[in-house]
């Protein structure tokens, strides 16, 4: 009988001959794997993807360089698949076939302006080492999967132009490492998350065209790096928070569209920074706060709401 030592010393092999297979795969299998998701799509919407061939020598013979180099919309080293960018291909069809759990090196996953539908399934967070993902323009529906938080080197979100539905769920907000999360023209609905505010590092918060509800969370002041905040165009409720003032690096504010009601804090007049102020469509009352004035900005007024204030948007733009 093998002595306790040996015993946990051939537990211990098994162990790690089990978690290196598991967590690595052939260039021959990354390959067949995005294959077999390209024969799931629509056939006459494949003409971008007529690259996607195997080498004539495909066997574990064959070298890995000959796998994925050529083809379209693919970034590879040794075979390993580091990027897809299939950004307005035509592409018809879901993603219930991605190899997902077949793609251990994937960074970046470019599905943009396509006619992709279904929903965004769970199994995305087997592709642990994404830094950005970019579904805008498509048909996805469904909810986010509120395993994302999984997704830990995540660094760009753009789900934007979907039929996405539901709120936003808490595990969205846990990425240390985001600076860019556009949700805008869904179907999502709910309050803004106060934990909003834990993402320290978003410089680009897009959650335009949807059906929020609720006041604005006076945690987003917690977001010093914003730089465009588009909020425009969903069912918000109550002031603006003067605390907004502490977003100094912000550009582009857009509220717009809402039922904010109140007065424009005069506060707004401490972002130096700002080029764009869209406040139109909404129940504002009172004066144009002078402080506006130090702002480098020009200025559209039409009609609002609210009494006396008739400002629909300020801008650098005419």
């Not at 050529?70 to 580091?82: E, M, Q, R, Y």
């Amino acid at each position: 009988m093998a002595s306790y030592p040996s015993l946990v010393l051939v537990v211990l092999l098994l162990f790690s001959s089990f978690h290196v297979n598991s967590s690595s795969t052939s260039p021959s299998e990354e390959a067949h794997a995005l294959l077999k998701w390209k024969d799931s799509l629509d056939g006459e919407t494949l003409s971008a993807l007529s690259s996607w061939v195997l080498p004539p020598s495909h066997g574990d013979a064959a070298n890995s360089s000959q796998y994925c180099g050529n083809w379209f919309g693919i970034s590879c080293k040794a075979g390993k698949v580091l990027d897809i960018n299939l950004t307005n291909t035509g592409l018809v069809g879901t993603l219930q076939n991605f190899p997902f759990s077949n793609l251990p090196n994937l960074k970046g996953l470019n599905l943009s302006y396509n006619s992709l539908y279904g929903t965004i399934p769970v199994q995305i967070t087997n592709l642990s080492k994404l830094n950005y993902i970019d579904f805008f323009t498509n048909n996805f529906s469904g909810e986010i999967p509120v395993e994302i938080d999984q997704l830990t080197s995540l660094q760009t979100l753009d789900l934007g132009k979907n039929h996405l539905s539901g709120s936003i769920p808490s595990s969205l907000c846990d990425f240390s490492n985001l600076t860019f999360l556009a949700l805008a023209s869904n179907r999502f609905s709910g309050s803004i998350p106060p934990s909003l505010g834990n993402l320290t590092n978003l410089k680009f918060l897009y959650l335009y065209d949807n059906e929020f509800s609720g006041s604005i969370p006076s945690e987003i002041e917690n977001l010093k790096s914003l730089v465009e905040l588009d909020l425009s165009v969903n069912n918000l409720i109550g002031s603006i928070p003067k605390n907004l003032r502490n977003l100094t690096n912000l550009n582009i504010l857009s509220l717009s569209t809402n039922q904010l009601s109140g007065s424009i804090p005069f506060e707004i007049g401490n972002l130096k920074s700002l080029a764009e102020l869209s406040l139109g469509q909404n129940f504002l009352s009172g004066p144009i706060p002078s402080s506006l004035g130090h702002i480098s900005v020009k200025a559209h007024f039409i009609q609002n709401a609210g009494k006396h204030v008739d400002l629909v948007w300020i801008s650098a733009k005419w």
